[in-house]
């Protein structure tokens, strides 16, 4: 296939806007296509497909969240066609909407951010009914007893040992951290108030969890960093809290060409103020110090007017979200690994507290000056579902939209937050960028997100001619044409024409394969043995995630050896 | 006023979806084309003709000027009237689930039953029944926050239970008796029930619900004094305490426990 006349932005090898054509063949980008097929997209915006390095799309939470809401099933609904299941949801969608709505985005890739090991087995049961898109899943590490008596004993290579065996459980991709030492002592009411607050019956903190897990992560050599969602997630004052984990890793080094931490959903940990009275944005003092400090990177987690479900290993979290808004509630335990909760939530324009976060995650994104270090999320369903990237598109590219919206906004947006003052409107090359060049890299993903010699036939086409647009003040057009690709190509073929999605192929699942030393799998093993038998519900045999759950993997290598 | 008549041609076995059922739907389009709209019978999807007889005056003219008349049997068509914003339904006989759903505005008057979700999440407008309703009048679906909102449902026989779930304003009258747990977690709707009702205004945050008859009262209600309403003399509780509420429930005869 060779994709014709676009004007491409691929970003990851230096091409910003040029007029030249694309090849496929074989479901990568080539040198030349012989088969004759064309892709008219003279005129058009060609960028890689997209890639969503951080949303909740399947596994036991989401369908928990399923559960929990008739009501938004209903407000999702697209019967079925002669190609298309049936779609429901909005913020917790059904697997096939999941795939078809990113497909429709021209988005080709997305990774589930959250999967416990013992929930992994529900999570890729979902992931096998998401269509079109590649995807794969982040495995929770943070709370894990293992992870916490090896960070006790010190012993960091029998952690990377027991990382290893977890994401092979799992089939998972990297290591996800929640409110590390908080999700254990919330399983006896509690919950940590700092990186150096111990974690009850294991006498380790935060900090020493989270730096535990980078350097197992960087001897594993691991495609991704960690992935760290921050203790003191969502309440008034813990900028310091964010900032002061930061600088407790700053010694740490990556092994590999990319971030060594990436901090992820930063709108909800970058919060000022004693409490909800005073609560303001600290986005600019993030900002600052990620400018300083190009070693770590984060996403938005940006904030959508409207219907949300909130979905998060951070138990704590949700149960104080359920006591403040009177909602829909579920805790869960998830036995030796993690807590979890889900509480749905509608954030309002006239609320002081939702319009400042919305203000937070636009200027996390602009006033770090490096669009590789900031990628776009909406943390999806908890900021808001995924289906509205093209309005965050807009609102990162035009600051009248901005202005515009925050004129709708209470008042405190404008006043407790720098955004007004903010003129910086991203151009095609950054929206490039944030969308799926950066989230490819940062998840360590050398295929994706870029359109160079060997990369993956997945490509995005959006009816907007970027000579003639000016998207600062077209931004309703921007939006529209973001919302519905005009093509989507996945692997070389044709998903999407005109917004509609005309072909369903299955995509792959990526999991990482890291290899240790015997020995250290020898120790780890052990240690399971015994707390399979002493404390787990279900037997080892049972638990692990087999090759069935898995019917088209793409296993990354990595590890020790 | 521009008069519609829409008459079964036989029993439906299975039900019809019937939300195009509508004045709003019917208005801007002459009989011929009313005719050919679809809807649903059980997974068969059917035109209005194939499955009613349909007369009346041919041109079209603005929704708040038409009135449909339902003659027969409409106890298995569903949904008519969803979110209509005016004109006029009447039904001669009996009408099925999910009636007035959403409606915000016009009037729906049923000589017969209604089924179940009887003006569930209605907005505005008013809904009158000569006879009884079933389960779910004015409620929310299945788990919406809000039922009704605004509007007014009169039914001048019973009601099942659960009237009026999730209320958030509005008005409910039911001159006979409603079924169990009539105004649960209601949050500012006013329930009036003319006869007996069974555990009422269970998880109330706020609004009124008055019971004319006898009903038994939960204990998670604080009875504060007596009243007299409109000739009857009426206890006067606060709650549901269980949930912080702030709601009234007014009974005339409260019944006791084990009695
Ligand atoms: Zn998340």
């Known amino acids: 296939m060779i994709i014709k006349g676009g004007f491409v932005y691929d970003p990851a090898n230096g091409v910003y806007g040029e007029e030249m054509d694309i090849s496929i063949e074989g479901g990568k980008v080539v040198e030349e296509s012989r088969d004759g097929k064309e892709i008219d997209a003279l005129g058009m915006l060609v960028m890689p497909g997209g890639v969503d390095a951080h949303a909740h799309i399947a596994g036991a939470k989401v369908n928990c969240g399923r559960i929990m809401r008739p009501e938004d099933g209903r407000r999702g609904i697209e019967p079925k066609t002669k190609l298309l299941r049936p779609q429901t949801g909005y913020t917790v969608p059904n697997c096939y909407a999941v795939g078809y709505r990113y497909a429709r985005l021209g988005y080709t890739c997305a990774f589930e951010a959250a999967t416990p090991i013992l929930e992994s087995r529900h999570t890729h049961e979902e992931l096998e009914e998401i269509p079109i898109i590649d995807k794969g899943a982040l495995t929770l590490f943070g709370n894990n007893w293992e992870v916490l008596e090896c960070v006790r004993d010190g012993d960091l290579d029998k952690l990377a040992a027991f990382i290893s065996w977890g994401l092979s459980a799992s089939r998972g991709y990297g290591v996800k951290v929640v409110n590390p030492g908080g999700g254990e002592a919330w399983g006896f009411g509690g919950n940590v108030k700092g990186i150096d607050d111990p974690v009850p019956n294991f006498g380790v903190t935060p900090r020493e969890i989270i730096r535990g897990l980078m350097k197992a992560n960087e001897i594993l050599r691991l495609p991704h960093s960690v992935h760290l969602h921050t203790n003191n997630l969502g309440k008034p004052g813990n900028y310091e809290t964010t900032l002061a984990t930061l600088k407790a890793v700053e010694d740490i080094a990556a092994t590999r060409d990319r971030q060594v931490l990436h901090v992820t959903h930063m709108q909800f940990s970058a919060y000022g103020g004693t409490g909800w009275r005073d609560f303001e944005s600290k986005a600019p003092e993030i900002a600052d110090y990620f400018n300083s400090h190009a070693q770590f990177t984060m996403d938005m987690g940006q904030l959508i007017f409207g219907s949300a479900t909130t979905m998060t290993a951070d138990a704590p979290l949700e149960y104080g979200n359920a006591r403040l808004l009177h909602a829909k509630w579920s805790n869960h335990d998830i036995e030796l690994e993690e807590s979890s909760g889900v509480v749905p939530l509608v954030y309002g324009r006239k609320m002081p507290i939702n319009a400042i976060q919305w203000a937070i995650g636009l200027e996390l994104a602009l006033l770090t000056k490096n669009p590789w270090q900031v990628i776009m999320t909406t943390d999806h369903p908890n900021g808001g579902p995924f289906v509205n990237y093209p309005e965050v598109i807009a609102l990162l590219m035009s600051r009248a939209k901005r202005e515009e919206e925050l004129a709708s906004l209470h008042e405190l947006a404008s006043k407790r937050s720098s955004l007004p003052s903010i003129e910086r409107e991203m151009d095609w090359n950054d929206i490039a960028i944030v969308t799926r060049a950066a989230p490819a890299k940062i998840l360590g993903l050398p295929e994706k997100g870029h359109l160079g010699l060997g990369a993956d036939g997945d490509v995005a086409i959006y009816d907007i001619n970027p000579t003639d647009l000016d998207p600062s003040k077209d931004h309703s057009k921007v939006k529209e044409a973001f919302a519905k690709a005009k093509y989507t190509i996945k692997g070389g073929e044709v998903v999407v024409r005109d917004g509609e999605v005309v072909a369903v192929p299955q995509g792959r699942t990526y999991w990482v394969d890291a290899s240790v030393p015997e020995d250290q799998a020898a120790k780890v093993k052990a240690d399971l043995v015994e707390k399979f038998a002493k404390y787990y519900s279900i037997q080892m045999s049972n638990y692990m995630v087999q090759d069935a759950y898995v019917t088209h993997p793409r296993v990354v290598k990595a590890g020790v050896i | ?259």
């Open chain 2, 1 to 259: 006023m521009r008069e519609i008549r829409v008459v079964p041609r036989r029993d439906f076995r299975v039900p019809v979806e019937a939300e195009k059922i509508s004045p709003d739907i019917f208005a801007p389009l002459t009989i011929e084309e009313i005719r050919k709209v679809e809807v649903w019978e059980g997974n068969r999807k059917q035109a209005l003709i194939d499955l009613f007889e349909i007369s009346g005056d041919g041109d079209p003219a603005k929704p708040e000027e038409v009135l449909i008349k339902l003659d027969g049997n409409f106890s298995r068509v569903k949904r008519v009237g969803e979110k209509m914003t005016c004109g006029r339904i009447g039904a001669l006989g009996d009408i099925g689930m999910h009636a007035g759903n959403g409606m915000a505005g016009g009037e729906i008057a049923i000589k017969g039953s209604a089924g179940d979700w009887l003006g569930r999440e209605m907005r505005g407008g008013k809904i009158t029944v000569r006879g009884d309703a079933g389960d779910y009048v004015g409620a929310g679906y299945r788990g919406e926050a809000c039922g009704m909102r605004g509007g007014e449902i009169l039914i001048e026989g019973s009601a099942g239970d659960y009237l009026g779930e999730h209320l958030c304003g509005g008005t409910i009258t039911v001159l006979g008796n409603a079924g169990d747990f009539p105004g649960i977690a209601n949050r500012g709707g006013v329930i009036v029930i003319g006869g007996d009702a069974h555990l009422p205004g269970a998880e109330m945050a706020s609004g009124t619900i008055t019971v004319r008859g006898r009903a038994r009262v939960l204990p998670s209600y604080q009875y504060q004094e007596t009243v007299e309403i409109d000739g009857l003399s009426l206890k006067k509780f606060l709650g549901d305490l269980v949930d912080n509420g702030k709601g009234e429930l007014r009974v005339a005869s409260v019944e006791e426990r084990g009695a």
